[in-house]
């Protein structure tokens, strides 16, 4: 199927209170306008510089989304561009984007990416580090929610409960902090698991290759 025809049909298939991300890490530009030109308009990448190189060229109108894990040297090429980080996955990164948001004069959007799967190689807080957070001490970065991923199993009832308890740690999380006004969104969802993220409730999903085919990586 073509590119254009996955954007509508997803757009038929997904609630309209879930976003889609388009995940368009290492497609070329023509295949970023085919999805545009069908009315996509949110688009994630993963790699510094190709999100940078690609928001200097695409249209102006294009909310980029990073979903990559983000070195603090590297923050240079993500911050002018991105309108919300789903992969903070580290003190250490917090700590970067606060103080890239300070210098920019910008708050900016993030989400705690939370490890949620049982594969060692996967980035993320803990639940518990994530409870122990002290929100307060970053002034420069609005706290949106939560990101996880699965582990890449075709276990769903496995897929199942680790998105169930991405949601659960969120909801705590807005609980136990009232003064985040918007700790709202729980990014969970790829091309192989996004139809169990829905029903668990994600309110944004993360799709590459459904919608553009195979990356030949
Ligand atoms: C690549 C990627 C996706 C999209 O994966 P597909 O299986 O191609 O849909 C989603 N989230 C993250 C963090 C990714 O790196």
Redesign the pocket.
């Known amino acids: 199927m073509s590119i254009e025809s996955q954007i509508l049909e997803l757009r038929e298939r997904l609630p309209s209170t879930v976003k889609l991300v388009a995940?368009s890490?290492f497609k070329p530009a023509e295949d970023i306008l085919a999805a545009y030109n069908v009315g996509q308009r949110c688009f994630?990448e993963?790699r510094p510089q190709e999100l940078a190189a690609k928001a200097a060229t695409l249209p102006s109108d294009i909310e980029w989304h990073f979903?990559?894990h983000l070195q603090t040297n590297k923050l240079k090429m993500v911050l002018p561009y991105a309108s919300l980080i789903h992969s903070i996955d580290s003190l250490r990164l917090l700590e970067a984007v606060d103080r890239g948001g300070a210098a920019l004069g910008k708050v900016i959007p993030c989400l705690l990416e939370v490890h949620i799967a049982t594969e060692e190689s996967k980035q993320g807080f803990s639940a518990e580090e994530i409870l122990l957070l002290n929100f307060a001490a970053y002034p420069n970065i609005s706290f949106r929610g939560v990101m996880g991923?699965a582990s890449f199993v075709d276990d769903m009832v496995q897929v199942r409960s680790e998105f169930r308890s991405l949601k659960e740690l969120r909801r705590r999380v807005a609980t136990e902090h009232p003064e985040l006004m918007e700790f709202d969104q729980i990014s969970m969802g790829?091309?192989?698991d996004y139809h169990i993220a829905i029903e668990e409730g994600a309110t944004i999903v993360?799709?590459?290759?459904?919608i553009f085919g195979a990356r030949g990586i």
């Open positions: 995940v890490k994630g993963n979903i990559g991923m790829m091309s192989q993360r799709i590459g290759s459904t």
